[in-house]
């Protein structure tokens, strides 16, 4: 058994069979090399005998386990990311979503590789997080977290809205758009990809601000250090309700007259990887670089 990780947590995915699958192949095996195993309760009944397991909320696994597995996608993983960064637990993910750039283990055989891991065989790195404040009349109303990206969008469909952004307190722009995207590295190959923005890679300690179908040609995305404070002004001028989603997850109300508040959080997740684990080579696969172009 490891020194390094001693209790391990799993988190598994919700009405998914492939991902019940792992999460009970996952259990057997971490229980037959002899460690304490605790499971989030919601997927307790994923198990073989969940009356058996040591089924726990995700903040007591936080605060018990040394190494917490997440069975699903990017989307468990950001949901469970704004949970355990809070606590001194390394994160690693079997993959049972789509593109998967947070998820290293093959879910068809993943039991070499974390083995390695066990063994105290892996790469760590630090991945910071965003906190997300909303103030309405200089009163805090609302905050959460975001590992991926805090969006400012309409609650309509294709309605633009009006807003100024600050840097440190220094004015930057005044702009019309559907909404600003404000991404950490690891989200910058999620909805801020999309949109146009650039691609940072892990170590960086910066942020990308990526207008949303901006009113003017001349609008650009826009890096700036990850120690910034990022305030957005809402117009008053905007006749509908706004909001702040973090990571598409969690749904901040805003109204015109409200400043929104994007600052770096101030404790990291702590992602574990294989020893074998490339940033570049994820890059290649997931976004079909190594293609021949004839």
């Keep these: 058994m490891s020194a390094s990780f001693k209790t391990i947590g799993l988190i598994g995915k919700a009405n ?29 009944g994923q198990l073989a005998n969940p009356q058996e397991a040591t089924l726990v909320d995700l903040v007591e696994l936080g605060e018990r386990a040394d190494l ?22 390394g994160v690693i993910g079997v993959n049972r ?22 063994s105290g065989k892996y790469i760590e790195e630090k991945r910071f997080l965003l906190e997300v404040e909303v103030f309405r009349h200089a009163e805090l109303k ?8 805090a969006v400012l969008h309409a609650d309509k469909v294709a309605h633009m ?18 909404g600003l995207i404000v991404s950490t590295p690891t989200g910058s190959t999620a909805y801020s990809l999309s949109g146009g923005g650039p ?22 995305p826009l ?49 574990i990887h294989p020893t074998d684990y490339s940033y570049y080579n994820v890059l290649r696969q997931k976004l079909n670089w190594g293609s021949r172009l004839y």
Excluded: W
């Excluded at 917490?68 to 637990?89: E, K, S, T």
């Excluded at 979503?97 to 066990?118: I, M, R, S, Y």
């Excluded at 609302?142 to 990206?149: L, P, Q």
């Excluded at 009006?162 to 019309?176: G, L």
């Design 16 to 44: 998914h069979e492939g991902a019940a699958l792992t999460l009970q192949r996952l259990y057997a095996f971490l229980q037959a090399l002899g460690y304490e195993v605790l499971v989030e309760r919601h997927y307790g």
């Design 223 to 271: 890096v700036v250090d990850g120690d910034s404070v990022v305030r957005l002004q809402l117009s008053l001028d905007n006749t509908d309700s706004l909001q702040v989603s973090c990571d598409s997850h969690v749904v901040l109300a805003t109204l015109p007259g409200d400043e929104v508040v994007i600052k770096k959080a101030e404790r990291p997740l702590r992602l």
């Design 161 to 178: 809205i009006e807003f100024e952004c600050f840097i440190n307190d220094d004015f930057v722009f005044s702009q019309k758009s559907d």
């Design 97 to 118: 979503g789509n593109l998967g750039f947070l998820t290293d283990l093959n879910p068809d055989g993943f039991e070499a590789a974390l083995e390695q891991v066990l």
């Design 68 to 89: 917490a597995v997440v069975v699903g996608g990017d989307g468990n993983m950001l949901g469970a990311a704004r949970v355990l960064a809070r606590f001194d637990v």
């Design 199 to 220: 691609i940072l890679t892990p170590g960086l300690n910066a942020m990308a601000l990526v207008p949303m179908f901006p009113h003017t040609l001349s609008s650009r």
């Design 142 to 149: 609302s905050a959460n977290s975001a590992m991926n990206e």
